[in-house]
């Protein structure tokens, strides 16, 4: 069984700092991974969408790689701002069946102090 | 602004109360499901609806009773809850199950159970 991890569950920089958030997961039998964002009491916002067969996505200052084999996922976010303070969730999408089969983490809570 | 609809944004009901939750989505998916973020806990799928039918029930208790009564309209019928229930339910769609697109979220409806 799928099983997605996001260590730190919280993490708090000062403004200005580059971060990594970490997600990983059991079974590198994926089609393919996306980061979530998710603001206190709302829904979520899909970030980035990886397919299995890629590395990297990029967009504006977030970069989120993905390393099958070791079943890892990083969202690297530049020059972090207040305005990005909120939960980021990772998740994957197995092989077989639809689109809402997203096996979740729980999610790194981010908090960027001015 | 998702295209994804929830009302209410928030509900406190009593565990012998009867009442509705209601999506609507403007985005001409086809699929439309219902989701239960609990504190502390990955996002559980409840509900799968493909073409207004429903495809899947993953272990959901009666108490809770899915409608679709179109593509563009889900809705989730609460009766006799208990305080466990207390989450946010997320509702999400997507252009349709097979084709594994991106899952659009609402914003959730908070719901108490006292």
């Known amino acids: 069984k799928q099983e997605v991890t996001q260590i730190p569950a919280a993490l708090s920089v000062p403004e200005g700092e580059n971060l990594v958030l970490n997600c990983s997961f059991t079974?590198?039998?994926?089609?393919?991974l996306q980061w979530f964002r998710q603001d206190p009491g709302k829904g979520l916002t899909s970030l980035l969408l990886?397919?299995?067969?890629?590395r990297e996505q990029t967009s504006g200052r977030l970069n989120a790689s993905l390393d099958k084999s070791s079943g890892r996922s990083t969202l690297y976010i530049a020059a972090s701002q207040p305005g990005d303070s909120a939960t980021y969730l990772c998740?994957?999408?197995?092989?077989?069946?639809?689109?809402?089969?997203?096996?979740f983490g729980k999610g790194t809570k981010l908090t960027v102090n001015p | 602004e998702t295209g994804v609809t929830q009302t209410p944004r928030h509900l406190v009901m009593g565990m012998t109360n009867k009442k509705s939750l209601k999506c609507e989505q403007h985005?001409?998916?086809?699929?439309m499901y219902w989701y239960k973020q609990s504190a502390k806990k990955p996002l559980e799928l409840m509900f799968v609806?493909?073409?207004?039918?429903?495809?899947e029930n993953n272990s959901v208790p009666s108490r809770f009773s899915p409608e679709c009564p179109n593509s563009s309209h889900l809705f989730l019928h609460l009766h006799t809850l208990q305080p466990e229930d207390s989450a946010l339910y997320l509702c999400?769609?997507?252009?349709?199950?097979?084709?594994?697109?991106?899952?659009?979220f609402g914003e959730g409806s908070w719901l108490t159970v006292v």
């Open positions: 609806y493909n073409f207004k039918e429903q495809t």
């Open positions: 079974d590198s039998a994926i089609y393919n």
């Open positions: 998740a994957v999408l197995p092989p077989q069946g639809g689109s809402e089969k997203l096996v």
């Open positions: 999400a769609s997507s252009q349709d199950r097979a084709g594994r697109n991106t899952i659009y």
């Open positions: 990886i397919q299995s067969s890629q």
């Open positions: 985005l001409g998916h086809n699929a």
